[in-house]
């Protein structure tokens, strides 16, 4: 069953060891910000720094794996149809807007929308950490350290396929900043399937 996620908008989700996500861009240069949280402690969350420092590199992509701040693998590259994504950056956010595009009236982002949909599962705010966004496309200056966000590699149908390797609490957006998505906000979509033992989970 494929489930979208409207324009500048979030959900969360269980997804049980084994299954796999498939995060689908429909329509092209969109991002989608992804955390993970162990489903048994919610203190075990998703590490950029893990992540990047075992892996050497800063762009992850297929048989690369999604570290915890307990150095357990949470997820696994399995599949990427694009091969650029960003895990530098924190979710975009209304401070976002404020500093960065001097918006009086800022959109609440990623970070709002990833908090509103991880609160039933009593994780709040403050434990949100750098996201792995799928499909974002930061580019790094190798030699002054520049960073510059860039319109997403990604093109209609485009997708990323991660297994989970213990019990998660997912958190999922259709990213909310314009730069991210090359001035267009979009849908993303998502499917998990899995082991025949854990359908429907
Ligand atoms: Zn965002």
Redesign the pocket.
């Known amino acids: 069953m494929r489930h979208t996620i409207p324009p500048r908008s979030g959900a969360a989700f269980t997804l049980a060891r084994g299954q796999r996500l498939t995060v689908i861009d429909p329509e092209g240069e969109q991002?989608a910000?992804l955390l993970a949280f162990s489903a048994h402690d919610t203190d075990e969350v998703i590490s950029s720094g893990r992540s990047l420092d075992y892996a050497s590199r800063i762009f992850l992509t297929t048989g690369d794996a999604l570290y915890s701040n307990r150095s357990n693998v949470l997820l696994r590259i399995v599949e990427d149809t694009v091969g650029r994504h960003d895990f530098l950056l924190t979710?975009?956010s209304a401070d976002t807007f404020r500093i960065l595009y001097d918006e009086a009236e800022p959109h609440r982002?990623?970070f709002g929308n990833l908090a509103h949909a991880l609160a039933p599962y009593g994780i709040g705010p403050d434990r949100i950490p750098v996201a792995f966004n799928v499909f974002m496309n930061v580019t790094v200056d190798g030699g002054t350290g520049e960073l510059a966000v860039r319109p997403p590699l990604s093109r209609a149908g485009d997708r990323l396929v991660l297994e989970a390797e213990t019990d998660l609490v997912i958190g999922l957006?259709a990213?909310?900043?314009p730069q991210?998505n090359n001035f267009a906000f979009k849908p993303i979509q998502y499917e998990i399937s899995g082991p025949p033992d854990a359908a429907g989970a």
């Open positions: 991002v910000d979710p975009c982002g990623c957006t990213c909310s900043a991210s």
